[in-house]
């Protein structure tokens, strides 16, 4: 990207004061070796030729851009949804999972591993995998085991190992330094696929280019549907961050475009139980970056809250820390009881059951001033089939 480059990344890996990578020096080789490497291959004809082709034939791409009309009716403004949902494996996270696995083999890399909390990013690994031919192993916690029993199946069937992590709270957290502990004693044949733009550099830049096919379709996508490349706004949820970073992407420094960035309010910002980090998170390191994070004084994580398991994280990549910092982007925090309202409003008027993360940024329509002119362009991160439990159960206790 040319001319005043600000909230794309600099060579260092920081996003102004975020970013960077806090890891022990064990680690310190297979974060160097993917470091030196990674920008080199992601510019090799054959990888790109490789990438686009999958992309296209296996997930499916360019995913439709779509106009919303009984939405927009609802809303008095016009509505894009970027569908996301319509991805192979019903997310946007097989965008990166591709694009990691094929850096891998290129590193000569036999053996995946991964961590996964909900086990959606676990299924995306273990879904590129056996595309690939190549062993994973996926790291659980043994509590997400049992919430999680489907995807688990999911993993098993794809020919995944799901390795229970069973110290400490036996969460994702968890599973994360088995990942890590794994990745330190196998430095030479192992790579570890990171599920969102979080992590030591130089993972958050390069999850956020491979996600960032989202955004450069939009460009051609919003051209060819009004005539003009540049939506009002575009709004996403954020968990780590990896749907967002990748609707923004080449929107960035295009400062006209707003960008709203929905997390997870849970039961209430400040009600104890929520994932909302950005409003109550203070600076630390998680995960291997500096970032904003939700955290005790002295330095325990909080536990977060959130109806949605893909946004129940208490960090946020380091990338959404300086947007949200620097004003670049404006943060809305949606509660549970709102998203949920959200994705029946969009079955019933638009025949589209949009997973609960995606419902949390089309609640944010009801929190913005929109006008009948304005463009909004949604990123529909994924599809609901995974949540219909969730759906009912809340719908009937309300
Ligand atoms: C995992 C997930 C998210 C949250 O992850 P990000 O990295 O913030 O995008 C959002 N939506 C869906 C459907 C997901 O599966």
Known sequence: MQGSVKYTYPADGFYGPFGGAFIPELLQPCVEELRSQYLSIMAEPSFLHQFEALLKDYVGRPTPLYYAHRLSKHYQSHIYLKREDLCHTGAHKVNNTIGQILVAQRLGKQRIIAETGAGQHGVATATVCALMGLECIVYM???????????????????????PASSGSKTLKDATNEAIRDWINNPSDTHYI?????????YPDMVSRFQSVISQEILWQLKEKTGNENPTRIIACVGGGSNAAGAYFHYLERESVELISVEAGGMGVHSGKTAATSQIGTQGVIHGSMTLLMQTKDGQIVEPHSISAGLDYPGIGPMHAHLI???????????DDHAVKAAFLMAKLEGIIPALESSHALAALDELELKPNDINVINLSGRGDKDLNTFMNHTRHE
């Open 141 to 163: 916690g043994e509590k997400d085991i049992v919430r999680q029993a489907p995807n688990v199946q999911r993993m098993k069937m794809l020919g995944a190992e799901v390795r």
């Open 325 to 335: 910092q620097s004003k670049r982007a404006k943060v809305v925090a949606i509660e």
């Open 194 to 202: 990171i599920g969102s733009v979080v992590g030591p550099h130089p």
